[in-house]
């Protein structure tokens, strides 16, 4: 039996960090904040299903219209008692 192949694994070496630089697990800094780019392009498949599905999306609105006046309507009803 080899001795060798029961001992730890061999890790590689990896250069140090540079001087001054902060490990932050592979994410951006909080001291170095990065603004967000988003364009047409990243919203399209969203204009594309709702332009594709718009009279669901309609009658889903409009019931959920008359659910809620419904259920407002009994719920806070004004009256004597």
Known sequence: MNASAASEPVRQKFPPPPTG????????????????ISSLRDYWP????????WRWLAAAAAAGMLLGALGGRMIWSTGYT
């Open 21 to 36: 630089a902060s490990r932050w697990n592979g994410r951006a800094s909080p001291a170095e904040p990065v603004a967000a």
């Open 46 to 53: 969203l204009v594309v299903a709702v332009t594709l599905r």
